[in-house]
């Protein structure tokens, strides 16, 4: 079912859902706001430790990607999107992985991260999880490579 919302000159907000229209008036649609706010921004004490514990773990993992070869890194970076590896660099500990980052992408690249890493300066605690739950699969692939490589020079 398709679902739109217009606003008419009266300032009413007309919600259209299939054949039914409905016209919400200003102080419904605060309420509305209101209400929907709340409960996205409602934690229980739960809830935000578990998201603690989450953002720690997968700050120890960015941390870990330092240690990764320029090799192995030069394959991971591609796959990614800036947003991911802004985010990546920004949980991982000091500098040294955005030094890393820097050092394996080409100029242009490089600019180009420059500017989005100035561009994501804050970051929620929600989307660094999500991009880091999108990330943890590739890190996975990239930290075996790694120990097949230490494996191989032994």
Do not use: W
Not at 58 to 70: E, G, N, R, S, W
Not at 77 to 99: F, H, K, N, Y
Not at 122 to 142: D, F, G, N, S
């Amino acid at each position: 079912m398709e679902i739109s919302a217009k606003r008419d000159e009266s300032g009413e907000y007309q919600l259209e859902m299939g054949p039914v229209t409905l016209a919400l008036p200003p102080q419904v649609i605060e309420a509305l706001h209101s209400v929907i706010d709340k409960r996205l921004n409602q934690f229980s004490e739960e809830e935000a430790l578990l998201l603690d514990k989450k953002l720690q773990a997968y700050k120890a993992l960015a941390t870990k990607m330092c240690a990764v070869d320029d090799r192995i890194f030069q394959t991971f970076a591609p796959q990614i999107t800036s947003e991911q590896l802004v985010t990546l660099v920004r949980l991982g500990e000091g500098d040294s992985l955005r030094e890393k980052v820097l050092r394996n992408l080409s100029r242009q690249n490089q600019r180009l991260f420059e500017e989005e890493f100035e561009l994501h300066d804050k970051i929620t605690v929600q989307h660094a999880c999500l991009y880091m739950e999108q990330l943890v699969p590739l890190i996975k692939k990239a930290v075996q490579r790694q120990k097949e490589i230490q494996q191989e020079m032994e």
